[in-house]
């Protein structure tokens, strides 16, 4: 048989330890502390998305708010209601025959006008022609400048009915108006 000396017996036990250290380490060790690293960063992630999912938390937030402000301002009727171009142009119409019936007037002729941008609003608008006393037109052009939905007479024309001449007795007058609405903003 073979036999160390007592200082090569020393440096093999040591080896044989570092071996059996190094196996430890790289066997039960390192899986140990790569599992936990996979976790700290899964932790990191998680952390990352719960951040995400707040910031959306607070977006949705002030989406409530913005929708609530919006069906506050619907409510209100400060905006032309309908759904289409053509439902906007017809609810401004009765508005304004509405009106000019409770002042006494026929509206002889409406015509649709072109929108108008105002920023951030877009107007659209409607011109009508009637044939009325000065105290009619007064109480129509008060009625369109205090209605809701908010209208804008953006021209008037009035010019006394039969010339610089007019017959005696009631002095009528042709009155011709641009009125615009701003239609309610579509939410995207």
């Known amino acids: 048989m073979w036999t160390m000396s007592k200082t090569m ?10 071996a059996a250290l190094a196996f430890v380490a790289l066997g039960v060790v ?8 996979e976790l700290a960063r899964a932790i990191d992630e998680q952390r990352e998305q719960l ?3 707040g910031a959306v938390a607070a977006q949705a937030a002030t989406v409530r708010h913005l929708e609530q402000q919006r ?3 619907l409510a209100l009727g400060e905006f032309l209601a309908g759904e289409s171009e053509t439902a906007m142009q017809s609810a401004l119409q009765t508005t304004l025959s509405g009106m000019a ?18 920023p951030p609003f877009r107007l659209i608008g409607m011109g009508i022609n009637v044939t009325a006393d000065i105290e009619s037109v007064q109480k129509i ?18 010019s006394p009915l039969g010339g610089a001449n007019p017959p005696p007795g009631r002095r009528m007058l042709e009155v011709r108006l641009d009125v615009f609405a701003a239609p309610r903003r579509e939410q995207p």
Do not use: C, H, M, N
């Open 71 to 73: 069906q506050t301002e």
């Open 141 to 158: 052009l008060y009625a369109i400048e205090t209605a809701r939905p908010y209208l804008f007479v953006e021209a008037a024309d009035i």
């Open 101 to 118: 019936q409770a002042s006494g007037l026929r509206i002889r002729s409406a015509r649709k006008l072109p929108e108008r941008e105002r």
């Open 30 to 37: 390192k899986p140990v502390v790569s599992r936990f690293q």
């Open 9 to 18: 017996s020393r440096v093999a036990a040591l080896g044989l330890l570092a």
């Open 51 to 53: 951040e995400q999912y």
